[in-house]
């Protein structure tokens, strides 16, 4: 799973990493934003639930 990476930068630098270190930065940027989106939405449903219903318009 540890495959080199190497690619060059702006500032011709060669740079080498491995997919390891690409694969944990998206695994934490999927939790984050995970986190975030229920953190959005828990309040939303709270008020939703306290509400009355509408009643149908004809």
């Given at each position: 799973?540890?495959?080199?990476?190497?690619?060059?930068?702006?500032?011709?630098?060669?740079?080498?990493?491995?997919?390891?270190?690409?694969?944990?930065?998206?695994?934490?940027?999927?939790?984050c934003?995970?986190?975030?989106?229920?953190?959005?939405?828990?309040p939303?449903?709270?008020s939703?639930?306290?509400?009355?219903?509408?009643?149908?318009?004809?």
């Amino acid at each position: 799973m540890d495959k080199q990476l190497s690619f060059v930068n702006l500032l011709s630098d060669t740079i080498t990493t491995t997919h390891s270190l690409y694969l944990a930065t998206l695994l934490k940027g999927v939790a984050c934003d995970m986190l975030l989106a229920l953190v959005l939405t828990l309040p939303a449903a709270a008020s939703q639930a306290d509400a009355p219903d509408c009643p149908r318009q004809r």
